[in-house]
């Protein structure tokens, strides 16, 4: 099981992003997919999960209305939009798979002006 996160960077606060995660070595449609994030000095918190039945989706309630996960099966692929970013949400990214202690690498996010 592979998991490979991309797409994080520097944004100015009201700006947008689009994470990335590929993933290798399992049958990507069987499984709930989910980002997490850890901020400088915090533990790692679920941001938003993708089910793998009827693509559902939930969010951390922070995140609501700006953040949109999706997934593209027939790619092993799965997206996190971020719009209209706030310093809070600067951390590193991380997708995970269910079924598992499965992590990528991690990406990291920075909003700051």
């Known amino acids: 099981v592979q998991l490979v996160e991309s797409g994080g960077g520097l944004v100015q606060p009201g700006g947008s992003l689009k994470l990335s995660c590929e993933g290798s070595?399992?049958?990507?449609?069987?499984?709930?997919m989910s980002w997490y994030r850890q901020a400088p000095g915090k533990g790692r918190e679920l941001v938003a999960t993708?089910?793998?039945?009827?693509?559902?989706?939930d969010y951390l309630d922070s995140v609501k209305g700006r953040f949109t996960v999706s997934r593209d099966n027939a790619k092993n692929m799965m997206y996190l939009q971020m719009n209209n970013l706030k310093p809070e949400d600067t951390a590193v990214y991380y997708c995970?798979?269910?079924?598992?202690?499965?992590w990528g690498q991690g990406t990291q996010v920075t909003v700051s002006s």
């Open positions: 995970k798979r269910a079924s598992g202690d499965y």
């Open positions: 070595g399992f049958t990507f449609s069987l499984f709930t």
């Open positions: 993708s089910t793998r039945s009827d693509y559902g989706t």
